[in-house]
C-alpha cells in the first residue's frame, strides 16, 4: 500500500526523475515485475538494485537497501553510482583495532599507506593491513587471509567517523513542553573545526563557531531522574 501511494504521488507530480529505497524484502512476490510494469504505462523507464550494500557510497552503515532509479523516457536514466569505499569486510580488523588502540577521533586515515613493490617483504607493523588472523579460543587454527579491498578506494566509514567531537561543547537543554517551532529555533554553536573528513563533509561551508540548529536535548521527566539516581 505504501508502494502505491509513493507511485500516486510520481504520477500526479511527473518529476522528470525519481528515486526509491526500501528494504530489500519489499522485492518479492512479483512485486518488482509490477513497478517496472507500471512505470512502463506512464513514460518512465527504470532499473532496480535489490542488495545495495550502503557502506560503499560514503555512508557509515553496513544496511542493504533495496534502490529504484526512474526517469521520463524524454530524459536518459542516470546509472547506479559507482562504489567509492571498500566492503566492511576487507578492513572490520584494522579500523577496530585503530580505534580500539587510539584516544584520538580519527586514528586511521580514510586511504591506505602506500604498498611497497611485490618483491619487498612487509614491515611487521603494516603485515596486519593485508593479513588477518582469525584465532579460535585455543589459538590452535591456521590464521586466515583476506583480501585488503580495491586500494583504489577509500577505507568503510564506521560510526566513529561521523560521531567524535561532532557534537557542541555543550548541548542546550530544552523542556519537551516547548512547541515544534521554539524547538527548531533553539541554535547552538561548534567550538572547533570538524574533526574527521566525514564531518567536514557533513559541516561543509561552516566555521568554528558557525550556529546549527536541532543540536538540542530534552530535559529528562521525573522517572528518568529517579532511574538515574
Known amino acids: 500500500r505504501l508502494l502505491l501511494r509513493f507511485l500516486e504521488m ?87 583495532q585503530a580505534f ?45 587471509k583476506t583480501s585488503p579491498g580495491d586500494p583504489t578506494l577509500l577505507r568503510p566509514l564506521v560510526l566513529g567517523d561521523c560521531l567524535a567531537s561532532d557534537l557542541p561543547r555543550e548541548a542546550v537543554e530544552v523542556d519537551s513542553k516547548r512547541s515544534v517551532q521554539e524547538l527548531e529555533g533553539v541554535t547552538v554553536s561548534y567550538a572547533g573545526k570538524p574533526s574527521t573528513p566525514y564531518i567536514a563533509y557533513l559541516r561543509q561551508g561552516m566555521t568554528a563557531g558557525s550556529e546549527v540548529k536541532n543540536h538540542v536535548v530534552l530535559k529528562l521527566g521525573e522517572s528518568d531522574t529517579m532511574r538515574m539516581s
Open 10 to 96: 510520481v504520477w500526479l507530480y511527473k518529476p522528470m526523475y525519481m528515486i526509491m529505497e526500501e528494504v530489500p524484502a519489499v522485492a518479492k512476490n512479483h512485486l518488482m515485475e509490477f513497478l517496472s510494469k507500471a512505470c512502463e504505462d506512464h513514460s518512465y523507464h527504470v532499473h532496480f538494485d535489490k542488495k545495495v550494500v550502503t557502506g560503499l557510497f560514503g555512508c557509515p552503515q553496513t544496511r542493504d537497501r533495496l534502490i529504484v532509479i526512474a526517469a521520463l523516457k524524454a530524459v536518459p536514466l542516470p546509472p547506479f553510482p559507482t562504489p567509492i569505499t571498500n566492503n566492511m569486510n576487507n578492513n572490520e580488523l584494522e579500523i577496530s
Open 100 to 144: 580500539a588502540k587510539s584516544e584520538r577521533c580519527y586514528p586511521m586515515p580514510m586511504r591506505p599507506p602506500p604498498q611497497p613493490a611485490a618483491d619487498t617483504p612487509l614491515p611487521a607493523s603494516e603485515a596486519l593491513l593485508v593479513t588477518v588472523s582469525v584465532l579460535s579460543p585455543d589459538l590452535k587454527k591456521t590464521p586466515k
